[in-house]
DNA sequence: CTCCATAATGCTCAAATAGAGCATTTCCGG
DNA sequence: CCGGAAATGCTCTATTTGAGCATTATGGAG
């Protein structure tokens, strides 16, 4: 079943989105002043996928990357506009701490709300989402040819942006990105965007700022792996200082799934999971009482090795 | 920060993990007389990876295949034994029914417990385990030439095999098989196997049928991201035939996961989740009391877009 | 024809978790 | 000394798990 025919030739890059926070809001690493992610080759002299990008983000931000797994390669023939050769992107998702970018790169850390204004609900529902975005939906549903079609736009629509009554589901950022690209509403999708838009009277309102090719495609699908990792893997405190106050690291979390937490439920959460052990030192400068610092007890990537389980075993083999 | 100079040349493949299942196993496809996963070069022609992978699957097989995720890519330098070209393959995971395989395509169904003895564990911890793994990895451990590699190497061990009490992770596949191949456990290791045996008294055991290349390393991903699947999205219908009693989606639920489960929870998780609806007809050659056929109630893919949240959502913006 | 092994199904009970909130404590800035 | 803002401690209830017991149906063996 192996082909011996001529495989295809093409180039290969990596892209990396680069991830810090801070009580305010996620940070993601840019280039080309906010519009792109960051992207190099992937070089014959990496030893391998992993460590090329790490060699060269490394490189450029002089600044150790820890946490890095790989997210998704895409390939599709429309990606390139008008590139002459084929390209394959594979492109990783990793964590750090936000340190200035040296200017001389073009580098710099943007807030990734500034890109998915849609997705920050921690202030509720944001007035782009039921002002714009639902009723631009509504009638990108209207819009479709077959009756079937109709309803199955409507139907996504409304799982994804929650349109009738569904709970908010932070995970579907790049479910929703999708569908804002297949309505027009985002300029990244050109020439789909006149059809689709067809029978709109009103031209695309501007949702968020674009980035160029695909890669605010890129960035939702690292954001909706982020937020489902967050929630079985202690990721987060490769975005935290070594020391950390438990409402600072609630505040991360709640800026990266873009909603509130109850703040005694999730220091419960924390304190059963023993993510976490005291510094001893306390630090004032909160507002109210003083409160405990905290660091990351690394122990638990060891021990925890176990995630949980859903499955009903059984204790012992029959 | 984007690289003009030259991106480098390379050949990409696409190669499948097609799973199936029944009662007592779970089934990959195979070409070359079970030793490879089917591979195809990825050509110009094809729209996306995805479509790409889907063509050629389907044309060799002819059947469909149901669900497919893209899995992971790799392109480490020393994938390709001696190769002219460095390679990069993308790999994904796809789950059908089991369907005759047409002889001249030299493709054929396995066992996937053929490759990895030791991932099945409904009988218990199987002999190959604790008699020739884990003394195999305690020694290996030992021969770390840096106490701290010692530990570091024997706790891996310890967690990946669950040689100090802890519970049995199925999910912890691709560790397991990167483990042994680190302790140069399995032949496809080659060269690096005879530095890391370089202490050991007796020639590497058979652990295993061996595959070509690192397609045992892939298949190894693709049985830990279906393990984990299965846990939180109703993949496993995909493996189903139309209408099945609960034992038999239970027998390949166990199958895949390697493990037992307990009846009548697992019964109760299936209802609760409303994952089935009775087809009305019943079976009696089940040995005991007929039972029920269901069938998988594909509402389910609309209605629970929603994942298991784990975090403590707060219901009122504050 | 009865007994039995094998499953299918129904139910129960206790322990562990998750969802919501109330109550206190502690420090800061008037 | 007082009010505001957080940090912390706890409580209470509703669910969800984990383990098992009990009952019901069939086919086959004696």
């Known amino acids: 079943m192996r082909e011996s025919a001529a495989e295809a030739t093409l180039a290969a890059e990596l892209i990396a989105v680069m991830v810090a926070a801070n009580a305010t809001a996620p940070r993601i690493l840019t280039v080309e002043d906010g519009r792109a992610l960051p992207s190099g080759p992937f070089a014959s002299s990496h030893r391998s996928l992993q460590s090329g990008l790490r060699a060269w983000v490394e490189e450029r931000t002089r600044h150790p990357l820890g946490y890095v797994e790989q997210l998704y390669t895409f390939a599709d023939r ?19 701490r936000e340190a200035p970018a040296p200017p001389e790169t073009g580098a710099s850390w943007q807030d990734w709300y500034r890109y998915f204004p849609w997705e920050d609900r921690r202030e509720g529902e944001p007035a782009v989402s039921s002002s714009l975005i ?62 689709a838009r067809a029978h709109a009277t009103s031209p695309a309102p501007s949702l968020g700022t674009p980035m160029l090719h695909d890669h605010r495609r890129i960035l939702a699908t690292g954001i909706a792996r982020l937020r489902a990792k967050i929630k079985y893997r202690p ?51 909160t507002g ?4 405990r610092l905290f660091r990351f007890r690394r122990a638990v990537l060891r021990e925890r090795a176990a995630s949980g389980t859903k499955l009903p075993l059984l204790a012992q083999p029959r």
């Open 288 to 291: 109210g009482r003083p409160a």
């Open 78 to 96: 429309d990606r390139t506009s008008g590139g002459t050769r084929r390209a394959i992107s594979i492109s990783y998702l990793g964590l750090t």
């Open 235 to 285: 990721v987060v405190f490769e975005l935290m200082p070594p020391a950390f106050t438990l409402l600072e690291l609630q505040l991360v979390v709640e800026a990266l799934a873009g909603m509130r937490l109850h703040k005694q439920n999730f220091r419960r959460l924390v304190a059963r999971q023993e993510l976490v052990e005291e510094t001893g030192a306390m630090i004032a400068e």
């Open 134 to 195: 639902a009723p631009a939906l509504r009638a990108w549903a209207k819009t479709a040819p077959a009756p079937w079609a109709r309803r199955e736009r409507s139907e996504r629509a409304a799982i994804a942006f929650s349109l009738s009554g569904q709970a908010w589901n932070e995970e579907f950022s790049l479910q929703r990105y999708e569908l804002l690209y297949e309505a027009g509403l985002v300029p990244e999708a050109g020439a789909a965007a006149s059809a």
